[in-house]
């Protein structure tokens, strides 16, 4: 907690204030660029500790008119002063921190005779956003937003951590307003990138990250560069980038290290020969293994029949897509078609079917993507071959959380995390889940959350509703169970006890990528295996969920 210093007003060098600021540096203050449109200079003021400091625009965004985008200026002060910054919010907790109708506090300066600033309540979240710049605030009953809150920052009253900027609000009511909009630290940080260096990032060490960003300054994002970005991670981007580093920070926080690394080494090719030389010697220092492995090729991406199951509203049907992914990127596709419960396996069938031919020469596999309530569906047992009744099961077959693959989810946000942790790790380390685990419910939800190391589960019978559901909120990229339930009478050396012994011993310490080639093994060992003897093959669901493979999705599940 801090004493609120970093709040202050902007206001005309010859008197009069124009509205609010907030410190994010010694000598740095963010405020809106209507609110010092056509002006070099301005004064500044800390209530009740400093006023009309001098201090100069250095930089503004887009905005020159109202309706405008890039509603961002930064004043620079002749001196520092002795006051603690605003501490930020990180990027990727906004949606948390938001949740639940959560308050936050703003402070402005309208013109009251007083001179003093007003304050107020307002509830903001990302799902009342606008044109992916704006989020909508709400004041709390019997407050109000006014001409001068401009530039106020949004803050946790608790911790004092910004989440955005106020920039304009609807006036009614005499000049107030209960309705207005911030530009939250995610737009902040797209029109200002200096602002990147001031973050709580969890990539690389700030030194190291304005390193990069000043290495890159200037440097547009370009078609070639796109290219390179979809090789490096993938798939091709949601939409397009303000510069060669907004490019580089989206990799870093949605993907593996390694995705980085490639990203980076492919980005030196389209530098001058000095910069790509400091960019070489940027990732030999802060990307620990990209120098070794610059030179070998990377770990061969899996491709994949990827099958996706969307459950329509009504009639008790599903949207069915049938996607390919070769060599990191998408591949062709089946159109979207729409069928009931029943038909959802001749659907899903005939699509692989059709799709299988582009896959073959490759090391392939076949991922079901569905609602968490079909993860434990024997797809294995379906057919690759209608015609000749070739079960998929010549093939690896994993389940996935369709629900991740949306673009907007928070499980897939989640997910990212920990697959990330995984894949740095290098192996497994999978965590057991005995059949007669002693967690319930929310004990179970608390001990994952706390937990934010726990990669892989195992468990030793078909996990509960309430088990798996929190499994999935948390993000736990890869778990595994065979779908015969335990109903031993007692749990000393019962059957799922034995079963989960030989699941974690067979995954433990496999790299993370090759456990679906580990289930296909361990499937075909239970085909030989006694059928009165309990196998970890045998009826085996793996959820293998790498959030790197994302298709894009069809047009009708966009909505």
Not at 35 to 58: C, K, Q
Not at 126 to 142: F, V
Not at 327 to 334: L, Q, R, T, V
Request: net charge neutral.
């Amino acid at each position: 907690m801090d004493d609120w210093q970093w709040r202050a007003w902007v206001g005309h060098p010859a008197g009069g204030k124009l509205g609010a600021a907030f410190l994010v540096t010694a000598t740095r203050l963010l405020t809106c660029a209507h609110t010092v449109h056509e002006r070099d200079e301005a004064h500044v003021g800390f209530p009740g500790l400093r006023e009309g400091l001098p201090a100069r625009v250095v930089w503004r965004g887009g905005w020159r008119r109202e309706g405008d985008t890039g509603d961002v200026a930064v004043l620079e002060l002749d001196e520092p002063v002795p006051y603690a910054p605003a501490r930020l919010a990180a990027p990727d907790d906004l949606h948390e921190r938001t949740a639940a109708g959560r308050t936050f506090g703003v402070c402005g300066f309208p013109r009251r005779h007083d001179q003093n600033e007003r304050h107020a309540a307002v509830t903001t979240s990302p799902y009342r956003g606008m044109r992916q710049e704006w989020w909508e605030l709400k004041t709390g009953a019997g407050e109000w937003l006014e001409e001068g809150f401009s530039g106020s920052a949004v803050y946790d009253t608790s911790t004092g951590e910004v989440i955005g900027m106020v920039t304009n609000a609807e006036l009614r009511h005499g000049d107030r307003a209960e309705l207005g909009w911030m530009l939250p630290v995610t737009s902040l940080r797209a029109h200002w990138e200096e602002l990147d260096d001031l973050l709580p990032l969890r990539w690389t060490t700030p030194g190291a990250r304005r390193e990069l960003r000043e290495l890159l300054d200037g440097v547009r994002f370009t078609e070639p560069l796109g290219a390179d970005l979809e090789r490096a991670v993938g798939r091709p981007p949601l939409g397009e980038f303000r510069s060669a580093w907004a490019s580089v920070r989206h990799v870093a926080e949605g993907f593996a290290e390694d995705r980085l690394a490639r990203y980076v080494a492919a980005l030196g090719r389209h530098l001058p020969e000095a910069r790509r030389q400091r960019l070489s010697g940027w990732s030999a220092r802060h990307l620990p293994g990209a120098a070794a492995g610059a030179g070998a090729p990377p770990r061969p991406e899996p491709a994949s029949v990827i099958v996706r199951l969307e459950r329509v509203t009504f009639d008790n049907a599903f949207d069915v897509t049938v996607h390919t992914w070769i060599d990191g990127a998408e591949g062709p596709s089946s159109p979207t078609v729409r069928v009931p419960e029943r038909r959802v396996r001749a659907a899903v069938e005939a699509g692989v079917s059709a799709l299988a031919p582009a896959l073959f020469g490759h090391a392939w596999m076949i991922e079901f993507a569905v609602p968490e309530s079909w993860l434990g569906k024997p797809f294995e047992q379906w057919y690759v071959d209608p015609r000749n009744k070739i079960p998929m099961r010549r093939y690896p077959v994993v389940v996935r959380d369709v629900e991740r693959l949306r673009p907007d989810s928070i499980r897939r946000d989640q997910a990212h995390h920990r697959w990330k942790l995984l894949n740095a790790r290098g192996r497994s380390d999978p965590h057991p889940i005995p059949c007669d685990e002693p967690r319930k419910g929310s004990d179970f939800q608390d001990w994952l959350e706390a937990h934010v190391d726990f990669c892989v589960l195992v468990y030793g019978s078909r996990p509960v509703k309430s088990r798996l559901t929190a499994a999935l909120n948390n993000g736990i990229p890869v778990m595994l169970w065979t779908r015969t339930p335990c109903d031993a009478p007692s749990h000393g050396d019962c059957r799922g006890h034995r079963v989960l012994d030989e699941l974690t011993a067979a995954v433990g310490d496999k790299h993370p990528g090759d456990l679906p080639q580990v289930a296909l093994a361990l499937r075909k060992e239970a085909l030989v295996a006694p059928k009165d003897k309990p196998h970890c093959g045998r009826d085996l669901t793996l959820l293998w969920d790498d959030p790197s493979r994302l298709p894009d999705p069809p047009l009708a599940m966009e909505v």
